[in-house]
């Protein structure tokens, strides 16, 4: 697989690649994440234009889609039932990770690459999200609490520092 800025002309690809995103959590149960059209095109062109969006190939197809932005992270300023591994190194976000069901390894793939450029990389997910635990916690990340989103919604906090 092969990872690369991702730009406009990709937008269609990476809202199809979101779509089945939600498709593959709703059929996993998780049917409170990813709602009211979040993530919407408005927030994957804020991406873009930012430089913190990235696709994923397999081939030509783009079969993933993250975004990776540096710190600070203000939701992570406050750290609920636990703490960060450490919190004063600059590190990385990984949001908005989606990939399409027929292909694999592509959150490996997404965490090969951040950490080939950041050590100290923070990511969250979605108490009902278990799939993405599930890859969180194989990949090596360690619990940390409970973050708070700035609308107040839960979720779960991971760290792994290399």
Not at 35 to 45: A, D, I, M, R
């Amino acid at each position: 697989m092969i990872i690369r800025g991702a730009n406009t002309e990709d937008i269609t690809s990476i809202m199809t690649v979101l779509d089945a995103a939600k498709g593959i959590m709703r059929a996993s149960g998780n049917t409170g994440q990813w709602v009211n059209g979040y993530p919407s095109l408005e927030v994957v062109e804020a991406d873009i234009s930012s430089g913190y969006g990235f696709v994923v190939l397999d081939g030509a197809r783009i079969a993933g889609y993250f975004a990776y932005i540096p710190s600070p992270e203000p939701t992570y300023s406050y750290i609920e039932g636990g703490s960060w591994l450490e919190d004063t190194l600059l590190y990385h976000v990984v949001h908005r990770i989606g990939s399409v069901p027929e292909v694999h390894g592509v959150f490996r793939a997404i965490m090969d690459w951040c950490f080939e450029r950041e050590r100290n990389i923070r990511i969250d997910t979605y108490r009902d999200n278990h799939i993405m635990q599930h890859c969180i916690e194989s990949y090596g990340f360690t619990y940390c609490g409970i973050i708070y989103l700035a609308d107040g919604a839960p979720r779960l906090a991971y760290q792994k520092l290399l």
